[in-house]
């Protein structure tokens, strides 16, 4: 046995794509430097280092989006944020949603491991409008035991984010069989995008366009890297 010294806790975020083994959570009474003191606690040592599939880029060197052939240059406004979060707020999705931070831009929703990010045109007015919606999963290494089936807890979830948009139940369960469909063409055919694993499919409606992504990577050296799975839907 070894001893460790830990000094501070910091915190993880909600999603990452590193993967590390045996994971323990230091719970302080206060964030205050001054009150952080040494605490000792006999662990076995360990060695093993966070699994980085690609090496992190820096804001000045941010990769390229991939070419999808509907790709937008310039953002639209998708909905009002109020209104979303109105909607939002009143939907059975509500429920589900088990953290909101500050800014009302990021909802973990544990229960169904799934994570919904909006963004928008950077005002942070109340008048401020959506531009781009994500849903993707809050546990990757999860998800991906189930490969590209769509689960019923992620048809809920993307069916009412669509619903949230369009306001219209029957109109959003549509679109998403009708992503979800052709999503499976591409699995099929392996049809990914330039980079070789990026899955893709795509609705238009009322001049908004409804993504579904998935990835298809078999092929890296790094064996927790290989992921096929359907990781989620993007609104813009």
Known sequence: MKKILILAAMSLPLASCASVSNKHEVVAESTELSDIKEIVIDEPVNNKKPVMCHEPTGYDNQPIPL???????????????????????????????????????????????????????GSFSKS??????????????????YGHQLLGQEKFAMTEIISLVIDD??????????????????????????DGETLHSYVRYNGILFELWGM????????????????????N
């Open 67 to 121: 070419d999808t052939g509907v790709l937008r240059e310039t953002p639209i406004d998708v909905i009002p944020k109020e209104l979303f979060i109105e909607r939002l707020e009143a939907s059975s999705l509500w429920s589900k949603v088990s953290h909101v931070n500050s800014f009302k831009s990021d909802f973990s929703l544990s229960e169904i491991n799934g994570f919904l990010q909006i963004r928008g045109d």
């Open 128 to 145: 401020e409008n959506i531009t781009k919606v994500f849903y993707s999963p809050l546990d990757i290494d999860e998800r991906n035991k």
């Open 169 to 194: 139940h029957e109109k959003a369960d549509a679109i998403l069989d009708q992503l979800y469909q052709q999503y499976l063409v591409k699995v099929k055919n392996n049809n990914v995008l330039s």
């Open 216 to 235: 298809n990577r078999t092929n890296h050296p790094i064996k927790e890297c290989n992921l096929t799975l359907l990781t989620g839907l993007t609104i």
